[in-house]
Each structure stands twice: as structure tokens, then as C-alpha cells.
């Protein structure tokens, strides 16, 4: 971590009400390096644990998809400390430990604006048929679980997302505006935990990669 710790308990009174808060969405568990991180900023922590909380517990999208979702950006943002909690939670969900390979191990066909499309890691430009690059994801994911793959890639890489790419998850959660809203939130929410994570190097994960899957079920 490139800075000390907030305390485990409150500095002052005043904090008090702002611990028991994240305490409790934490509960059973102690508060975790993220928060005690987010802590230096009383403000930005308790936003932040309203924020996530909204997303992590009062969203309709299924539990499956957001952990498959999380745990594609932690790959794409190489956060280890996102990818270990995460996709521990998409194996508990139902997501085959095959299928989770896949998500670890596939390159990415979007690309960052203004990034090289060269090669074949690099795919097709945008607008193509190729965006959602289904084929390359295996049989061990269904349908829905690709379209929202696709759809991190694009919202984690390129930002902006291709028509096809965007029709393919809005099809695959029914055309249902509240879901498109919410998995859009969750994949936007976790790059941003995943940023925060990896710049500030919170909870020593920066350098050691990324556990493979067979690690995560041992």
C-alpha cells in the first residue's frame, strides 16, 4: 500500500456513525484494506459505501452476472486483490470453473481509443460483425454470459461501445431497460474499485498476478 492505513476503529466520535456504517455492510466480516484506505476521506468513504452497496445489494440483475462481469474488469485492469474475491464469488454462483479460465486467459478485442487494431489480438474495427467475437470465448459460456462479456471488454477498454455490441446485451437481459442500467453500473462501478485498487496498491496485490483459476477452487 503506497499509503499508511486509517485506523480499524474510529479516530473520534465523530467518525463513529460513518464506521458503523460500512461495518455493517461489511458484517461478518472486519472492514477490509479498501475501506480502510477510502477512510483517510470520510467523505469520499461513506459516498463510496453507499454507492457500492446500492450496486453490490439492491440491484435485479443476477448475482452470476455481476461477479462474471467483476471479474472480467479485474482481469482487463489487472487488479488482483478484485480478481481473487471476485471470481471466487462467479465459481460460487454457478459460473463453470472452464468457463472462468476463459475469462482470465482470452485477450480482449476492443482497444483503447486511439490504440493500435493491428494484429490479430487486436480483432476488427468497430461496427464489424467480429466486435463480439463469440466463437472466441469457447463453449463453456452461455449465450447471456458472452454478450455481457463483450460488453465489459467494450466498457472497460474501448469506453465507448459499439451498436452491435451494445444490442447483443440489451437482447440477451430481455430487452429490459432497469437490467441494461444496472449490469452498465456495475461494470462502470468495479473499474472504478479496480483503479482506485491498483493505483494505490491496496492490499499489496500490484506484481504478483493474477491467481489462476485451479488456485482459486484448492
Known sequence: MRLPYAPPTPPSPSLQALYTRIATRRHPR?????????LHSPPVADGWNSFIGAVRTQTLV???????????????????????VHARLALREGVGRKGLERVLGRGCVAR?????????????????????????????????????LNYTDYM???VRVPDAVFEQVRLALGGDERLVVELTATVAAYNCVSRFLVALDVGEENGKGLEEVGELVG
Open 112 to 148: 483503447a481509443p486511439g490504440e493500435d487494431r493491428g494484429g490479430a489480438e487486436a480483432g476488427t474495427e468497430a461496427g464489424t460483425e467480429a466486435e463480439t467475437e463469440d466463437e472466441s470465448w469457447g463453449t463453456d459460456l452461455t449465450k447471456t454470459q458472452i454478450a455481457v
Open 30 to 38: 472486519p472492514l477490509i484494506p479498501l475501506d480502510l484506505t477510502l
Open 156 to 158: 472497460t477498454r474501448a
Open 62 to 84: 443476477s448475482a452470476q452476472l455481476n461477479e462474471l462481469a467483476i471479474a472480467r474488469v479485474a482481469v482487463l485492469n489487472q487488479a488482483g486483490h478484485e480478481w481473487s
